[in-house]
């Protein structure tokens, strides 16, 4: 079964840390560009922070530069985020996807995971 499950999300105060992870099973992470995405409670899917494959090349959406940090371990077939210095407005249900561009293209999301900063 193709399948990204994200995993780590939780309740931490505002200040806290935490690491997210998504896992692929079925196919191989190392090919694909990662992409790490958030949703807020009645508010639009934003782009956090993106890793590409050929290079390792990574951005981060303003809001998150200098706290988030995107890492690949491809051993383990995983994507990280970590995120230190939470802030209340960084609560939302956190997706990771998985692009896979040219021929053969394919595209998966993950089901999300909640992170919720309290103040």
């Known amino acids: 079964q193709l399948q990204l499950v994200e995993s780590g999300g939780g309740l931490v105060q505002s200040g806290g840390s935490l690491r997210l992870s998504c896992a692929a099973s079925?196919?191989?992470?190392?090919?694909?560009?990662i992409g790490w995405f958030r949703q807020a409670p009645g508010k639009e899917r934003e782009a956090v922070s993106c890793?590409?494959?050929?290079?390792?090349?990574?951005n981060y959406a303003d809001s998150v530069k200098g706290r988030f940090t995107i890492s690949r371990d491809n051993a383990k077939n995983t994507v990280y985020l970590q995120m230190n210095s939470l802030k209340p407005e960084d609560t939302a249900v956190y997706y990771c996807?998985?692009?896979?561009?040219?021929?053969?293209?394919?595209?998966?999301w993950g089901q999300g995971t909640q992170v919720t900063v309290s103040s």
């Open positions: 079925g196919f191989t992470l190392e090919y694909y560009a």
């Open positions: 996807n998985a692009d896979l561009t040219g021929i053969g293209a394919r595209n998966y």
């Open positions: 890793i590409r494959s050929t290079d390792g090349n990574t």
